[in-house]
T-cell receptor
Framework: ELKVEQNPLFLSMQEGKNYTIYCNYS?????LYWYRQDPGKSLESLFV?????AVKQEGRLMASLDTKARLSTLHITAAVHDLSATYFC???????????FGTGTSLTVIP | KAGVTQTPRYLIKTRGQQVTLSCSPI?????VSWYQQTPGQGLQFLFE???????NKGNFPGRFSGRQFSNSRSEMNVSTLELGDSALYLC?????????????FGPGTRLLVL
C-alpha cells in the first residue's frame, strides 16, 4: 500500500523564522504536487515537481524533489502570518490520474 | 476562466438516504476526479473520469458511484448513506488527464449525515 507521510503534522513558528516540511512517499514517483488549504476552503495548487532534482520557488516558499530518496521538501523562508494554512503533498506514481495525498502539515505562524 | 464549481455546497441527509453531488470542471478540462476529505482519513481518491469513461477507482464501497457527461460535467452518487460518509467531497479537474499538470480543485460539498 502506497504511503505518503508528512512531518511535522503540526508546526507553530514565529514570524521571520525559517522551517522545512518533509514529505516522504513509499513508492517510486517522478511526480509530486504541493497544495495549500485554508480552513474551510478548498485546495490551492502551489507547486508541480516533475523530475528528480526539480526545485520551484514562489515568494517565501521553495519546494524540491529527490526521487531517489522519495522525498520532497517545502521550505519556508522568513515566515509571515499569511502563510498559516495546512500544506499537503501528493504523489501520482501510477497512471497519472490518481493522487495520493500526504497527511497534511498544519502551519501556524505567530506574530 | 471560471474555476471548478460544485453544487450544492452544503448538504444534510439522514442515514439510509442517497445523495447526488455535481461538479462542473474548468472549461476545456476533460478529466474530473473526486476525493473525500475527513479528519480521520485525510484526502482519499474516489474515482476519475475522462471523456465519460471511468479510468480509475479508489478503494470505496460500491455505494459510491459516479458518471461524466459529454460536456465533462460530473456527478457522484452515494446510496444508503452511513454516518461515516460525512465529509467534504472535493472535485478536481485537469485539461487532458496528463501528469504534467496539476489538478484544480473546486470549493467542495460538505455532507453531513445524521
Amino acid at each position: 500500500e502506497l504511503k505518503v507521510e508528512q512531518n511535522p503534522l503540526f508546526l507553530s513558528m514565529q514570524e521571520g523564522k525559517n522551517y522545512t516540511i518533509y514529505c516522504n512517499y513509499s513508492t517510486t514517483s517522478d511526480r509530486l504536487y504541493w497544495y495549500r488549504q485554508d480552513p474551510g476552503k478548498s485546495l490551492e495548487s502551489l507547486f508541480v515537481l516533475l523530475s528528480n532534482g526539480a526545485v520551484k520557488q514562489e515568494g517565501r516558499l521553495m519546494a524540491s524533489l529527490d526521487t531517489k530518496a522519495r522525498l520532497s521538501t517545502l521550505h519556508i523562508t522568513a515566515a509571515v502570518h499569511d502563510l498559516s494554512a495546512t500544506y499537503f503533498c501528493a504523489v501520482d506514481p501510477y497512471t497519472g490520474n490518481q493522487f495520493y495525498f500526504g497527511t497534511g502539515t498544519s502551519l501556524t505562524v505567530i506574530p | 476562466k471560471a474555476g471548478v464549481t460544485q453544487t450544492p455546497r452544503y448538504l444534510i441527509k439522514t442515514r439510509g438516504q442517497q445523495v447526488t453531488l455535481s461538479c462542473s470542471p474548468i472549461s476545456g478540462h476533460r478529466s474530473v476526479s473526486w476525493y473525500q476529505q475527513t479528519p480521520g482519513q485525510g484526502l482519499q481518491f474516489l474515482f476519475e473520469y475522462f471523456s465519460e469513461t471511468q479510468r480509475n477507482k479508489g478503494n470505496f464501497p460500491g455505494r459510491f458511484s459516479g458518471r461524466q457527461f459529454s460536456n465533462s460535467r460530473s456527478e457522484m452518487n452515494v446510496s444508503t448513506l452511513e454516518l461515516g460518509d460525512s465529509a467534504l467531497y472535493l472535485c478536481a479537474s485537469r485539461s487532458t488527464g496528463g501528469w504534467v499538470e496539476t489538478q484544480y480543485f473546486g470549493p467542495g460539498t460538505r455532507l453531513l449525515v445524521l
